[in-house]
């Protein structure tokens, strides 16, 4: 139950993050994905009233799925057209006497345009043999260590970024990193 209201937590944390920093072609990439959904939604109530009702809630149904699909998607276009910033190599310490993870990377805006205001997501997954349970691991980290940068950030500047993270002993785990920046 306390993982649920960390997800949720989490998932409120970034779209409201995503809200306050968006700019005009944010809201209308995202507008039209809204505008696509409500058009398959009203598509899908009209043929279940009007023709065959499997069909209409079919549609109803993958309207749901795709809707989510394209809010996914259209984030990672919008990323990698508007606001596309390069991730070097991280580096990892770890100290021997006080149990502490020290992570060293940098971050290279690559974009067109000057940045406001970057957040970079570290995720702590656990390493296993087993190809499906990596996968799923992916999708649960352990830890998450999230750092925001308020500073401009200029085109083609990289910023280096060190993470401190506290009580952390583990041996095997994998990193992923995520950036987003407006």
């Not at 957040?119 to 352990?142: A, Q, Y």
Request: proline share 2%.
């Amino acid at each position: 139950m306390r993982k649920i209201h960390e997800m949720l937590s989490s998932l409120k944390q970034n779209l409201l993050f995503v809200l306050h920093n968006a700019s005009l072609i944010d809201y209308l990439a995202y507008g039209f994905v809204v505008l696509c959904f409500v058009l398959m939604l009203f598509v899908g109530i009209l043929c279940a009233l009007k023709w065959w009702w499997q069909i209409g809630f079919l549609v109803i149904f993958v309207s749901f799925f795709c809707v989510f699909l394209a809010f996914h998607f259209v984030n990672l276009e919008l990323n990698r057209r508007i606001r596309n910033v390069e991730i070097s190599p991280l580096h990892t310490k770890q100290l021997e006497f006080s149990n502490t993870l020290l992570v060293d990377f940098n971050l290279t805006n690559r974009s067109k345009k000057e940045l406001k205001i970057c957040k970079t997501e570290l995720n702590f997954h656990t390493i296993s043999k087993n190809e499906l349970k990596n996968r799923l691991n992916f999708l649960n980290p352990f830890l998450t260590k999230t750092m925001v940068l308020k500073e401009p950030f200029l085109v083609g500047e990289s910023k280096e970024v060190k993470a401190v993270v506290e009580n952390f002993l583990f041996v095997d785990y994998n990193i992923s990193t995520k950036v987003e920046c407006f």
